[in-house]
């Protein structure tokens, strides 16, 4: 099987590209337009592999995608290429449009004119996936809204079937690119599967994401910025365990499906950076305990309270369930992430350095 992968150099998607080559006999056709968030160094293990080929395309480039489709003669697409950071979507919404909306529809109209053109075998078995975000739900009651309500049942979860109820530029991006997805299924019959996840984290991740900002900082002596009270709260999913879940999607999901993806692992942001700085005094003690570097700033413009996946579906059908717990692979992620600071400064080119975005 040969499947293309969009935003390949990104964060989520070189780790689908690092365990396709490194744990099936597949072949990855990896497509990047190599923006800030897009770094090949990810991808050095699998750079010469056989079974690996990278083309630098836009995917809001038509003609180079046909190019793409008509040379590599992919089985399927898993499509992760997308603007993906709140903050940055707020200060500048029009890279969101552009990518995560018509470059969506470019990608859908180009593997749509190459399906059709496939032998009836082929096109029975080829696959669109496209990977997408628990964000687009909005968010969910949050524990402290119940003080001193009795609670008749569990706090709700985002299941395939919540409503959409985007709160920001980049969720209202992805929630129009999943509605686009899903209309070229009902309209062509291009057989589309879509996945939301949950706030992924791990090694490779750009450090303009909560979890390495916080790690970096910490390192270098900088302020550890809270929103707000930091009680906002999301569930973490590790990002090797969502590349094993996008596989399995990819590969026996069913066509027309929506697969939610989620890491059992709620946590408040103020949680997490007090776990961080844990670690860190564990593994590279100073004078002073990390966690008093943190600082309180003021909130982002429409900050979701609380996101939470069950994905209890992915476990029955696909008989999928995360291997790590929050805590495993929060020092597997640390413990990367000080090995590997060179890859931090690469990444880094200049154009950020960790100043906040997003303020109106």
């Known amino acids: 099987m040969k499947i293309l992968v969009t935003g390949g150099a990104g964060f989520i998607g070189s780790a689908v590209v690092r365990y396709i080559i490194g744990n099936t006999q597949d072949s990855v056709v990896n497509i990047d337009k190599l923006t800030y968030a897009g770094n090949l160094e990810s991808l050095t293990r699998v750079a010469n592999n056989a079974r690996y080929a990278f083309e630098k395309v836009d995917i809001c480039d038509r003609t180079e995608l046909e190019r793409v489709f008509s040379l590599h ?3 399927a697409v898993m499509h992760l ?29 180009a593997a749509r004119h190459y399906w059709v053109q496939l032998n009836a075998e082929r096109k029975s078995a080829f696959r669109f996936h496209h990977i997408s975000t628990d964000e687009v739900y909005g968010d969910l009651p949050h524990p402290d809204e119940q003080e001193g309500k009795t609670l008749k049942q569990k706090p709700p979860l985002f299941t395939e079937s919540t409503p959409y109820a985007p709160s920001s530029p980049y969720s209202a991006s992805k929630a129009s690119s999943d509605h686009l997805v899903r209309a070229w299924l009902r309209t062509y019959g291009l057989p589309t599967i879509v996945t939301n996840c949950s706030n992924n984290y791990g ?9 390495p900002l916080v790690i970096l900082n910490a390192l270098e002596g900088k302020p550890l910025p809270i929103y707000g009270k930091g009680d906002q709260i999301r569930d973490w999913l590790y990002v090797e365990d969502h590349a094993r879940a996008l596989y399995k999607v990819v590969t026996e999901g069913k066509v027309g499906e929506t697969y ?13 950076v007090q776990t961080i700085c844990s670690i860190l005094d564990s593994l590279v003690p100073q004078n002073t305990p990390y966690a008093e570097q943190i600082t309180y700033v003021a909130d982002r413009p429409g900050h979701d ?8 579906k992915m476990s029955a059908e696909l008989d999928w369930q995360p291997q790590e717990t929050f805590e495993t692979g929060l020092r597997k992620t640390v413990e990367w992430y000080l090995a590997n600071q060179e890859w931090c400064k690469h990444v880094q080119d200049g154009t950020y350095q960790r100043e906040r975005l997003g303020e109106l």
């Open 73 to 75: 003669q992919p089985d």
């Open 81 to 109: 290429a997308a603007e993906s950071h709140v903050d940055r979507s707020i200060t500048g919404p029009a890279d969101f449009i552009q990518t995560n909306i018509v470059g969506t529809y470019t990608l859908l109209e």
């Open 203 to 211: 090694p490779y991740h750009f450090p303009e994401k909560l979890i």
């Open 260 to 272: 939610n993806i989620g890491g059992h692992n709620e946590k408040r942001n103020l949680e997490v």
């Open 305 to 312: 309270r609380r996101y939470a996946i069950d994905a209890s």
